[in-house]
């Protein structure tokens, strides 16, 4: 069975959020509305319509008597099609934590509140309102009323930001967790009538404006200094995500240092003192890397070109312990530590190997020790 969903507000950043998420769904036919279509595009809608998530709205009108007419007036609008056409669908309205406010726009979104709930109470049309945080996330429109898109907007093209409280303190969510909170309502029974969903219905984090500059402006640097932040942190993930969608084309391209000698060469990837550091080097045919080991640090090899072999010796036996490696089989290959070891281009073409090492390299603290695998034997 299809469900046919109408969003109001289609073409806002909450909007091309859930319906990006929702075509993906066969069971759901999506019917878009945005403040530049006709009024009977939207009676048109509604009279299909079984799920309407109403995410349409004013935050930042030219005149102040915008909010009362984008919020509570289109509201109005809304719930006097949805009456007129008999139809009783699903009602999901997106609100905002300022209708507990007494601005001018939390005012409109209570009002807004007030009308659905009154549409719910006199009718038994299901209706459930989400008091949004400040929401972020990928398509947010900077300069506007989101401090995470014009904080990131702007450090991705190198233009100053302004903070006038560094220790305020801001309540964010992400958008792909408004989404999945929304569409996990529109997924379950309907109660009749209004309901106020609890707030704790989609994950929040909150964040002093000055941490949330330097994280971004982190960010920033990646390009420089290829580390990447602790993305252990589920916050950070979603704001490096988030930062990355406002870096301009040019950027998304750069390049890596790389190092030549008469081996080959090696460029590093990215690096983290909290996993470590993933690099790749060329080596050409006949050419030997390492002879070395170390205490502690713990390294994985895997040959994605050419072929070779890698070779290990525990640093107290005389045993040595072959493993020949295809870039065609794609295998992983262990380097514990207090084995030297070294790997050599067996093949006529160049070897092109990648590596993971546990920890950065510090040249103040390398653990990286030389020491040959094969012990020459010496005839008297």
């Known amino acids: 069975m299809t469900t046919q969903v109408l969003i109001t507000g289609a073409r806002g950043f909450l909007g091309r959020n859930l319906a990006t998420h929702l075509s993906r769904r066969k069971d759901v036919r999506l019917l878009l509305f945005d403040r530049d279509d006709a009024e009977p595009t939207l009676v048109e809608a509604v009279s299909e319509a079984d799920v309407v998530f109403h995410l349409a709205g004013v935050n930042r009108p030219e005149r102040v008597e915008q909010f009362e007419e984008g919020n509570a007036g289109f509201t109005t609008t809304l719930v006097d099609t949805i009456r007129a056409s008999r139809r009783r669908p699903h009602v999901i309205f997106s609100s905002s934590i300022q209708a507990a406010l007494d601005n001018p726009y939390g005012a409109s979104k209570r009002r807004a509140e007030q009308i659905l709930l009154g549409f719910a109470d006199q009718t038994g049309t299901p209706v459930s309102i989400f008091r949004l945080k400040n929401v972020f996330g990928k398509w947010c429109r900077p300069n506007y009323n989101s401090v995470v898109a014009t904080f990131c907007h702007n450090i991705a093209n190198n233009l100053p930001i302004q903070i006038s409280d560094p220790d305020a303190w801001v309540d964010l969510v992400y958008v792909d967790d408004v989404v999945e909170a929304l569409v996990a309502e529109m997924d379950k029974q309907p109660v009749h009538g209004g309901v106020l969903v609890d707030l704790e219905a989609v994950r929040s984090h909150s964040i002093m404006l000055h941490d949330l500059a330097e994280r971004i402006e982190y960010f920033r640097t990646m390009h420089e200094t290829l580390s990447i932040p602790d993305l252990s942190e589920r916050f950070n993930r979603q704001l490096c995500a988030t930062y990355l969608s406002y870096v301009p084309a040019d950027g998304w391209e750069y390049g890596a240092e790389i190092r030549r000698d008469d081996r080959g060469d090696l460029a590093e990837l990215v690096k983290s003192p ?107």
């Open 274 to 380: 909290r996993f470590g550091q993933i690099f790749v080097s060329r080596t050409r045919p006949g050419v030997t890397r390492g002879n070395h080991y170390h205490d502690t640090k713990i390294e994985k090899f895997m040959v994605i070109a050419g072929q070779g072999t890698i070779l290990f010796r525990r640093i107290d036996q005389a045993e040595v312990i072959e493993f020949p490696v295809r870039g065609a089989d794609y295998r992983i290959v262990d380097i514990p530590p207090g084995y030297t070891h070294s790997i050599t281009n067996t093949g006529t073409t160049e070897m092109i190997t990648l590596f993971w090492a546990s920890e950065p390299f510090d040249h103040d603290r390398p653990d990286t020790y030389f020491l040959p695998v094969v012990i020459e034997q010496h005839v008297g």
